[in-house]
């Protein structure tokens, strides 16, 4: 009996995905999030002449929460409206990225 051929499912692949942040005065801005497990030193972003800070991350398709620390303090983006609280009573921003 013939087989049939099935197509395996392709795999979700990873989106560009563009953080920025307006913060012209701060010396150092980190992006930080549940897709690098919360590291605070792992996606240092960068600091554009205009003031604005931008990381380009690769990530699946899914839901992220993810802050900002600006020169060592906690930051939400306030460019998104999706938030969520976390479990020290504070918020996260929240974003979902979309497969292609």
């Known amino acids: 009996m013939p087989r049939s051929k099935v197509k395996p499912k392709a795999k979700p692949k990873r989106r560009r995905t563009l953080f920025h942040l307006e913060a012209p005065e701060a010396g150092e801005v980190f992006l930080v999030g549940d897709f690098n497990n919360w590291d605070v030193q792992k996606?240092?972003?960068?600091?554009?002449?205009?003031?604005?800070?931008?990381?380009?991350?690769?990530?699946?398709p899914g839901r992220y929460e993810y802050k900002y620390l600006v020169d060592g303090r906690w930051q939400n983006d306030s460019a998104s409206d999706r938030l969520c609280v976390n479990c020290f009573g504070t918020q996260n921003n929240v974003i979902e990225v979309k497969p292609e």
Not at 43 to 60: A, C, Q, S, Y
């Open 43 to 60: 996606h240092p972003m960068k600091k554009e002449e205009n003031g604005v800070w931008k990381k380009i991350t690769l990530l699946l």
